[in-house]
C-alpha cells in the first residue's frame, strides 16, 4: 500500500512539472491530440476512399504541375513520344488501385457473409459499380480497340488507347464507386477550389509583375506554376475552381447562408480575375455558359436587394479588370471571329487550319480514323498553307522556344480524326447520356428537396457542362489532363450512384424477407423513407420526402424486422436517377 501511494504521489508531482514547463501552445495541441484520439479511426475510416482524389486534384498545384523526370532526360513529349507523367497522375493510378482493392475485398466479403448466411448491417459500406455507369464507360472500347489496332504505328496507338483509358475509363469509374456520400463530393470540390486559388494567386502575381509567360511581346500572361509550355494549365484549374465555387454558393441554405453564400460568391468573382488574365478565349465562353447554366438549375429565387448587389459586384469587378487589361481583353475577345481581313490572329488561323485538317484526316478514315496520337505524324499531309510551323513560348522563367502544334485543339475532332465513326460514335454517345443522367437526376433531387438543388448536383453538372463545351476550343493534355478525369467521374457519381440520393450510401441495403416486404412497404407510405417519389419492392405506399429533403447526408434507414410493426423504418430505396 505504500509503495503504490508513493507511486501515485511521484507520478503526480512529475506530471505537475510537466505542466509547468509545457507552453501554452504545447499545452492546447495535446489537448487537441486528447480530443481527437478517439476519432481518428472514425475518420480515416470515413474519408481514405477520397483521400486518392482529393491528392490527385491538389497535386497539379506543384511546379510543372508536378512532371517526372523522364528515365533518359528527353523533351516534353512531342510527336510520338508518350505523354509525360505527372505526379498528379501517380495519383490517380492510385485511387483506380484503392477502387480495385475495394471491389475485390468487398466481394470477398460478400461471398463470405453469403456463404455463412449473414447479411451485412444498414450502416456497412459496400463496394460496387453502378451497371449503368459501367455501360456509358465501357462504350467507346470497341471502337477505340479497332482504332489502335488499324493504326499505322501500333506502338504510340497503344500509348494513346492506356492514357484515353486512364482519362475517360477508368478514373471516372473509380471515383464513382469510392465517393460514398455527398460530403466525399463536397470534399473534392473543395480541393478544386484551393487549387484555383493558389494558381490564380500566382498567375495574379506574374500578370501584375511582368513574370507571366509571353503575350504580345510582353510577359503578361498568368499561366500559374505550369509554365509558358502548358498556358492553358491555369485557366483550366481556374475555371473549375470557380464554378465549383458559384455552386456552392448557389446551394447554400439553411442558418448559415447568410455567411456562406457571400463567401462562396465572392471567391467565384475573385478567380474571375486571374481567369480573365489568362487570355483563354475557350475558358472564357466554357466557364460563361456553364455559369449560367447552373444558376439557371439552382432554383433560386433572389430577393430584388440580392440581385441588385451581384449586378453591382459584377459592374466593380468587370470594371476592375477594365481598368487593368481593358485594351488586351477586348483586343482578345474581337480576335476570336477574326480569320479574314487586315491583319488577323495568327492563333485562330492556325486552330481552324487544323480542324480543317482533322477532318480531311476522318474523310480519308471515316471508320477508323488513322490511330490514336497519330493527328501530328497526318497534319502536314492534311493541312494548307495557312498553317504555321509552331507555336512561340516564352517567359515565365523559360527560354524561347517554338513548340509545334500536335493537336487540333477541339476534342470532337480529335477523337473524330483519330478514332473515326466507331469511337466517336460510343463515346459522345456515352457523354450525351451521362449528361442526360446529370439533369435527370439534379431535376429529382430539387423535386425532393423542396425545390433547391443540392451543391454536388450543380458541382456535377456545372463541370460536365463546362468540360463538353470547352472540348469544343481545346483537348486534353499537358498536367492538367487528369483534372479532367475527375470531373467526369463527379458527374458519373451523381447521375448513376444511389450515394448522391438524399440520405443515401454506397450501396442500398438488401431488400428484407419475403414476409417483411408489405410492412415495409406500409412504413414507406407512411413517410419515413428517403427520398420522394421511391417505391419499396412488395410495398404499397411511396416514400415521402420528409426525412431526406434538405439532409444531404442522413443515415440510412433500417430495414425492417421480421414480424415488424407498420411504422418500422424501411429497407433504403433504389435509385430514382437515369439509368441506375
Same mark, same amino acid.
Given at each position: 500500500m505504500r509503495t503504490r501511494t508513493a507511486c501515485r504521489a511521484a507520478l503526480r508531482a512529475a506530471g505537475h512539472r510537466a505542466l509547468d514547463r509545457l507552453p501554452v501552445p504545447g499545452l492546447m495541441l495535446l489537448l487537441a491530440v486528447w480530443w481527437w484520439a478517439p476519432r481518428a479511426g472514425t475518420a480515416v475510416a470515413r474519408w481514405w476512399p477520397v483521400t486518392p482524389a482529393?491528392?490527385?486534384?491538389?497535386?497539379?498545384?506543384?511546379?510543372?504541375?508536378?512532371?517526372?523526370?523522364? /528515365?533518359?532526360?528527353?523533351?516534353?513529349?512531342?510527336?510520338?513520344?508518350?505523354?509525360?507523367?505527372? !505526379?498528379a497522375d501517380v495519383a490517380s493510378l492510385l485511387l483506380v488501385a484503392v477502387c480495385a482493392g475495394a471491389l475485390l475485398i468487398g466481394g470477398a466479403r460478400g461471398a463470405r457473409a453469403s456463404s455463412e448466411g449473414h447479411r451485412p448491417g444498414p450502416g456497412r459500406w459496400r463496394p460496387g459499380l453502378p451497371l449503368a455507369a459501367v455501360a456509358v464507360f465501357a462504350a467507346p472500347l470497341p471502337g477505340l480497340t479497332v482504332a489502335t489496332m488499324a493504326s499505322a504505328d501500333p506502338a504510340a496507338g497503344l500509348t494513346g488507347c492506356i492514357r484515353f483509358l486512364q482519362v475517360f475509363v477508368l478514373v471516372p469509374l473509380a471515383l464513382t464507386l469510392l465517393l460514398r456520400g455527398r460530403r466525399e463530393a463536397r470534399a473534392v470540390a473543395l480541393a478544386l477550389v484551393a487549387l484555383a486559388a493558389a494558381q490564380g494567386a500566382v498567375g495574379a502575381v506574374q500578370y501584375l509583375t511582368g513574370t507571366g509567360a509571353s503575350y504580345s511581346g510582353e510577359n503578361i500572361r498568368a499561366v500559374g506554376t505550369f509554365g509558358p509550355l502548358h498556358v492553358m494549365g491555369m485557366s483550366t484549374v481556374v475555371a473549375a475552381g470557380l464554378l465549383a465555387a458559384l455552386c456552392l454558393g448557389l446551394a447554400a441554405g439553411g442558418r448559415a447562408a447568410r455567411w456562406r453564400r457571400p463567401v462562396w460568391l465572392g471567391c467565384?468573382?475573385?478567380?474571375?480575375?486571374?481567369?480573365?488574365? @489568362?487570355?483563354?478565349?475557350?475558358a472564357w465562353i466554357a466557364t460563361a455558359l456553364a455559369a449560367v447554366t447552373v444558376t439557371a438549375l439552382a432554383g433560386l429565387r433572389p430577393r430584388r436587394r440580392t440581385v441588385v448587389a451581384l449586378v453591382c459586384g459584377g459592374v466593380l469587378l468587370a470594371s476592375g479588370v477594365g481598368a487593368v487589361a481593358g485594351d488586351r481583353l477586348a483586343d482578345r475577345l474581337t480576335s476570336i471571329g477574326q480569320v479574314t481581313g487586315g491583319t488577323p490572329d495568327q492563333s485562330v488561323t492556325d486552330r481552324y487550319?487544323?480542324? @480543317?485538317?482533322?477532318?480531311s484526316m476522318w474523310r480519308a478514315e471515316p471508320w477508323t480514323g488513322v490511330g490514336p496520337r497519330q493527328y501530328p505524324a497526318f497534319r502536314d499531309t492534311h493541312a494548307s498553307v495557312a498553317l504555321s510551323s509552331g507555336s512561340d513560348t516564352a517567359g515565365a522563367g523559360r527560354e524561347f522556344r517554338r513548340e509545334p502544334l500536335l493537336s487540333p485543339h477541339n476534342m470532337y475532332l480529335l477523337v473524330l480524326s483519330e478514332q473515326g465513326l466507331a469511337g466517336a460514335?460510343? =463515346? =459522345?454517345?456515352?457523354?450525351?447520356?451521362?449528361? !442526360?443522367?446529370?439533369?435527370?437526376? =439534379?431535376?429529382a433531387a430539387r423535386r425532393a428537396e423542396g425545390g433547391r438543388a443540392p !451543391?454536388?448536383? =450543380?458541382? /456535377?453538372?456545372?463541370?460536365?457542362?463546362?468540360?463538353?463545351?470547352?472540348?469544343?476550343?481545346?483537348?486534353?493534355?499537358?498536367?492538367?489532363?487528369?483534372?479532367?478525369?475527375?470531373c467526369f467521374g463527379l458527374a458519373a457519381w451523381w447521375a448513376f450512384s444511389p450515394a448522391a440520393l438524399p440520405g443515401g450510401r454506397a450501396r442500398a441495403v438488401p431488400a428484407p424477407a419475403a414476409g417483411t416486404e408489405g410492412a415495409a412497404g406500409r412504413a414507406a407510405g407512411s413517410g419515413n423513407g428517403a427520398g420522394a417519389g421511391e417505391r419499396v419492392p412488395g410495398g404499397r405506399g411511396r416514400a415521402g420526402a420528409g426525412a431526406g429533403a434538405g439532409a444531404e447526408d442522413a443515415p440510412p434507414p433500417r430495414?425492417?424486422?421480421?414480424?415488424?410493426?407498420?411504422?418500422?423504418?424501411?429497407?433504403?430505396? /433504389?435509385?430514382?436517377?437515369?439509368l441506375s
Open positions: 482529393v491528392a490527385t486534384v491538389l497535386l497539379l498545384a506543384l511546379p510543372d504541375g508536378g512532371a517526372l523526370p523522364r /528515365a533518359g532526360g528527353g523533351g516534353e513529349g512531342i510527336g510520338g513520344e508518350a505523354p509525360r507523367v505527372v !505526379a467565384a468573382a475573385a478567380l474571375a480575375v486571374p481567369l480573365a488574365m @489568362s487570355f483563354s478565349r475557350g487550319a487544323m480542324w @480543317s485538317a482533322a477532318l460514335a460510343g =463515346l =459522345l454517345g456515352g457523354w450525351a447520356v451521362l449528361l !442526360a443522367g446529370c439533369l435527370a437526376r =439534379l431535376r !451543391a454536388a448536383g =450543380l458541382i /456535377a453538372t456545372g463541370l460536365l457542362i463546362w468540360q463538353l463545351v470547352g472540348f469544343c476550343y481545346g483537348d486534353i493534355g499537358g498536367p492538367t489532363t487528369v483534372l479532367t478525369a475527375v430495414a425492417a424486422a421480421p414480424g415488424a410493426r407498420p411504422g418500422t423504418p424501411a429497407t433504403s430505396p /433504389a435509385s430514382t436517377g437515369f
